[in-house]
């Protein structure tokens, strides 16, 4: 079937004499002599107007098609007399594809919640708020990979079931076939306990260390039982590892990614993110712009405690040095303070992951961690501890088994190189993106605590 999308048709620059394009009814109005149809196909935010004559064939066509059907409808492309349009269809015929039925369609009101949304996630992808989130993830994600290409990253993909804990914090989901009353660990699919993973950190150093630098850019999965607008279950999260690279090479690197994707975004989504701007948050492009107009701050940890503890605000937690920074003091650092993202690095060793490398004062370790405005934490990363002898006693002060770690320290025994890495949350991207304040709307079917219905 030729059909034009309703994009491309609204872009013409000249009438045609036929033209068919295929869409959902947004609304629908009765007049004496006609009726209007706006339609949506989800390529573009924006609907196209139909004009329906009452003595036509495609009127009779059309029959009681109203808001939510699905419709077929050929015409002339003619210049639109209304406001805000260039274009509009006369239709010549009409075919229904599916009714939607006024009584139950529950999208016939305009606004709705977002609570309400989240409720009917398989039908919200037909509002308009919606329909731009999840246009602005697609372009999102192309910019990850378009930004990645031009540096020389290869795309990899880690293993979603894993047998390691990446981060050592007890969040994972386990993975099992065993018949209910079974417990033996031994009798399990893989013969040892599996789950879903964390982060693909570790595989990723190892594909790095043969392929230069790499990325991944998938499903993770934590059961951190945290009910907050910013923790998913089930996110995504981008990671790139890169050998020879330090500590200031990454954040290059995690500064550089950010605002591409903004850059790219701001370019290619300009009606979506208008729509945020507009009705979500009246801030967003000038917060997106302002990201834009000049480097990010940098600040050690311990001055950042400093300035937190000197601030004279009061915070429900306390800050020292050895305290995890809270999202009050991430979002205090980056909205109030400096007022830009910033990023924090050379946190205490007693509050990061083992494979951080250990800077030469033995108390702080090689991290970094980017704060944005609006959302707190949006990357996590580190350079890797890549000294073996350091590695294994960092192993083992944290209470495991470097032997588990075998493969992991192999990398170190066989050709070990200095190597830096980060995590960034996508969803975490898109609400800086789109001014969206909890991540169950910006990813289309959220797993969070207690939500698991579609
Ligand atoms: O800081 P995190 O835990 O870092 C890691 O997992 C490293 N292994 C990554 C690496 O170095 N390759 O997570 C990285 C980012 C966070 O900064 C945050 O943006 C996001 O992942 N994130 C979450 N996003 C949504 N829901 C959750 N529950 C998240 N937990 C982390
Ligand atoms: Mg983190």
Known sequence: MKRTL????????EP???????????????????????LNDGSCLANIQCIVDADTPAFAGMGEANTGAGLRVTGQLVPSP?????????????????????????LQKKRHSDEFLRSIAHLRPRTNKYGAAFRIRAEAARAVHDYFYGQG??????????GSDCEGAGEMFRVTNLPAGETAVEKDFFGKAAN???????EAEALAMGL???????????????????????????????????????MDLGEGLTCFVVKQVLERCAQDIALFNNFVDKGLCQRLNALLAK??????????????????KKFEYPVSFGTDLQTEHE?????????????????????????MRMNDDNETVAAVDVLVPGIGELIGGSQREERMDVLVQRITELGQNPEDYWWYLDLRRYGSVPHAGFGLGFERLLMLLTGISNIRDVIPFPRTPGNIEF
Not at 16 to 35: L, P, Y
Not at 196 to 202: A, K, M, W, Y
Not at 214 to 233: D, I, K, L, Q, W
Request: proline share 5%.
């Open 331 to 355: 979002r205090y650092l980056a909205e109030e303070h400096f007022k830009q993202p910033v990023m924090v690095y050379d946190y205490p060793k007693s509050i990061k992951a083992f494979y």
């Open 16 to 38: 045609q004499n036929t033209i068919t394009v295929c869409g959902w009814v947004r609304t629908r109005r009765d007049a004496k002599e006609f009726s209007f149809i706006e």
């Open 153 to 162: 990253f290869h795309y990899v993909h880690t293993p979603i079931l894993t």
């Open 196 to 202: 879903l993973t964390v982060s693909g950190q570790l």
């Open 82 to 106: 209304g406001k805000g349009q260039q274009w509009e269809i006369r239709a010549s015929s009409i075919e229904v594809y599916g009714l939607a039925d006024q009584e139950s369609f529950p």
């Open 212 to 250: 230069g630098r790499v990325y991944t850019f998938g499903p993770t999965f934590r059961a951190e039982n945290s009910n907050t607008p910013r923790h998913a279950a089930e996110f995504w999260m981008i990671e790139p590892e890169m050998a020879f690279a330090d500590l200031h090479d990454l």
């Open 295 to 312: 480097p990010f701050a940098r600040v050690a940890y311990r001055e950042a405690v400093a300035i937190l503890q000197q601030c004279g």
């Open 6 to 13: 309703i994009m491309q048709a609204l872009a013409m620059t």
